[in-house]
Every structure is written in C-alpha cells, then in structure tokens.
C-alpha cells in the first residue's frame, strides 16, 4: 500500500509564490511516475505537472508552464511542486499521485494512488 501526504498550500497574494511537498510511503514511489493535479470547487480534477522516475521527463499544463516547476527527491520520497508568481486562477485543492504503470501520462485516470491535496488560495 501507498500513502501519499501534501503540504505547503496556504493563502497568498497574487504573484507570490508557494512550494508544495508530497512525501510518500512504500517503494512503488522510486520507480514511477509522479504528478501534481489540481481542483478548483465546481470543477474537474486537472493535470498540472508530471515528472518521469528518473526526474525525466517534465511536461506541464499550459496554464502552468513558465510558472511552476515540479522535482522530485527519490531518496527522500518526495516530490516538489515550485509555484511562482500565482493568480487567483490557481486557487485550488491540489493533490499529488502515483502512476504505476510505465510510461508518462497526464490522464487522472491512469493514477491509482492519491494524497488528500492541500488547499491553495490565491488573492487578487
């Protein structure tokens, strides 16, 4: 079994910045694959960042790229997510997951573990 916990969410002004950590248990977290999804209340859950195994490769969302940047720490279990210069469109609950099967994808669908997310709230 995985368990995957998120920290670092928080209230910020718009153009600040935020790093979220997520740290997981059990060792599926080295070899896989490893994403950050975010939902904003009366929406669907969305891809944000993935990052490969090996810290290779990076995609981002369009929303996203330029402003955020995601790592990962295998030694440690854990992934990053860097947001910098945040609007009040990035107001949401984010989550990061674990997909086991190889490969990079960016479809919820194809996560099977998930943390609770931790809530970021950006003010205008």
């Known amino acids: 079994q995985v368990h995957l916990v998120e920290s670092g969410g928080g209230l910020v002004q718009s153009g600040g910045s935020l790093r979220l950590s997520c740290v997981a248990s059990g060792d599926a977290f080295r070899m896989n694959t490893l994403g950050w999804f975010r939902q904003a209340p009366g929406k669907e859950r969305e891809f944000v960042a993935v990052i490969g195994a090996n810290s290779r490769p990076i995609y981002y969302s369009d929303s996203v790229k330029g402003r955020f940047t995601i790592s990962r720490d295998n030694a440690k279990n854990a992934v990053y997510l860097q947001m910098d210069s945040l609007k009040p469109e990035d107001t949401a609950l984010y989550s990061c997951?674990?997909?086991?099967?190889?490969?990079?994808?960016?479809?919820?669908?194809?996560?099977?573990?998930w943390g609770r997310g931790t809530q970021v709230t950006v003010s205008s």
């Open positions: 997951a674990i997909d086991i099967d190889p490969g990079i994808r960016i479809g919820v669908q194809h996560y099977e573990y």
